[in-house]
């Protein structure tokens, strides 16, 4: 007779209202979404989960060693207010509603100019920006047997930007369960009427643009034991139309243009996850790793590893470590000794070579039908994280902190 | 497509070719396991509100983008 392990109850029952859909586990599809996945274990089937988080994102002040003025500058914070319901709709469907709004403030980079002997340094944006975003998401899912559907569409939409989405995904489990077959196609049209556009302070400033982008993705999840679940995935994005920032200019032999970028871009990433059960600590290991490459000429590589520890009392910890590298798109220079004869031209710290480090801690707590959770992140991107050496650091390489804090209820 | 992507596609047939002949080679979960397989830390976003603002984020800071999902739109971030 084997052993029968005791099941992990603290943890479960802190995140239990917080899995929403998100249970793919091969094999375990549905057991698991009565289990947790939806969000409920053994609630009735009409339950519902309510959550709700507030995050605080704050950038560091790019020092003054940096900036053209020679001052430190302040730069971006955004308060964002999370909320999500997801209920059933039937024996065999949930719906899932994310909706989010986000106050944005503060300055951001503009363009770089070299100094006196050649060191690029940072303009930012004179005026702090004020902005406002709002953002719908829904989800609905449709089990037929062993297989899911869903359907997908969402609304974001700020001052100077709207985005409209919709996709389709599904889900095939086979091999007794043991692997899920899954996919989906999604696109997304957004519009951009830049602040100021083709005004008298910014003439060269577009007033209206647009692009769209289409993406699918194909993944592969299988059950290797009894401890590990291991998920594979390759997806493909296509963007087309306007794909340069409005709000950013390249410094060209004395001269200051417009961010100009070609009109579209291919873009293929592929992601492995592993979901590893520690038995014996009442833990589980998330190992995350994605390669990334465009027809922009950037390759990527991300890693993440995260540690979900069950406590007593109904407590959790979850420490979580993010490593990222990535190389230059093929049109980036911090500025332009020459005009190019391709006529692309950007200096966004976003296209540059750079590596990144976060750190971060999650705290769990179960009470009742509530949970309460706090998390704390720290990033910091700079040249000493590249997986390559960088000969020149772009000076707008961002580092931030995240504060956040959330509580969930079912019903 | 780029030499590049075609390098990555090839090794993501590969590994998920791997994967699919290993789970057909007697690596069932016993039915005691099942309970552990199902537990909420098991799923790929435990906390998938908390992932969604996470990846958010390092979307609008990083050039890279893209993972096992069609959900989600952009953001005019600066």
């Known amino acids: 007779m084997p052993p029968k392990k005791m099941p992990s109850a603290p943890l479960n029952q802190a995140l239990l209202a917080l899995t929403a859909s998100a249970l793919a586990i091969p094999g375990m599809s549905a057991q698991a979404q009565d289990l947790a996945g939806d969000p409920m274990p053994s609630a009735p089937r009409d339950s519902t989960l309510l959550d709700y988080r507030f995050s605080y994102y704050d950038e560091g002040h790019i020092a003054g060693s940096k900036t053209s003025s020679g001052q430190d500058s302040e730069r971006y914070s955004v308060e964002s207010h999370q909320f999500r319901i997801a209920t059933r709709l039937g024996p065999k469907a949930d719906l899932t509603a994310d909706a989010t709004v986000e106050t944005m403030s503060g300055a951001s980079p503009w363009f770089i100019l070299p100094d006196i002997k050649g060191k690029p340094v940072q303009v930012m944006s004179g005026a702090s920006i004020h902005d406002f975003r709002q953002a719908l998401q829904v989800r609905a899912n449709e089990r037929f047997g062993a297989v899911t559907g869903s359907v997908l569409a969402g609304y974001s939409n700020e001052r100077d930007y709207r985005g409209a989405n919709g996709g389709l995904e599904g889900s095939w489990d086979f091999n007794n369960k043991l692997t899920t077959l899954s996919g989906g196609v999604g696109y997304t049209h957004n519009d951009l009427d830049p602040t100021e556009g083709a005004s008298m302070r910014f003439p060269t400033r577009i007033a209206h643009a647009d692009n769209y982008e289409v993406n699918s993705y194909a993944g592969l999840a299988q059950v290797l034991g009894g401890e590990t679940v291991l998920q594979s995935s390759v997806s493909f994005t296509y963007q087309n139309g306007y794909l340069s920032d409005p709000y950013k200019m390249a410094y060209v032999a004395g001269n200051t243009v417009n961010d100009a970028r070609p009109g579209n871009r291919r873009k293929l990433a592929w992601v492995t996850r592993l979901r590893q059960n520690v038995a014996a600590l009442d833990a589980v290991v998330h190992l995350d790793y994605r390669y990334y490459h465009d027809d922009w000429g950037i390759t990527a590589h991300t890693a993440e590893l995260a540690w979900y520890q069950t406590l007593p009392w109904s407590w959790a910890l979850v420490p979580r470590v993010r490593w990222y590298s990535q190389s230059q798109a093929d049109f980036y220079q911090p500025y332009y000794n020459a005009a190019q004869n391709n006529g692309l031209y950007s200096s966004d710290y976003r296209l540059s070579p750079f590596g990144a480090l976060s750190e971060s801690l999650g705290v769990y707590k179960r009470l009742g039908s509530w949970n309460l959770s706090l998390r704390y992140e720290h990033y910091s991107s700079g040249s000493a994280y590249s997986i390559r050496s960088i000969e020149v650091e772009n000076p707008a390489l961002v580092r931030f902190q995240v504060f956040s804090a959330g509580i969930v209820k079912t019903f | ?78």
């Open chain 2, 1 to 78: 497509m780029t030499q590049g992507q075609g390098r990555g596609m090839r090794w993501g047939v590969l590994v998920m070719g791997v994967v699919l002949l290993s789970g057909c080679s007697g690596m069932q979960p016993k039915a005691w396991q099942r309970g552990d397989l199902a537990q909420p830390e098991m799923a790929w976003d435990p906390d998938p509100v908390d992932a969604a603002m996470r990846q958010h984020t390092y979307d609008s800071k990083e050039a890279a983008s893209g993972s096992a999902t069609v959900g989600g739109g952009g953001c005019g971030c600066n």
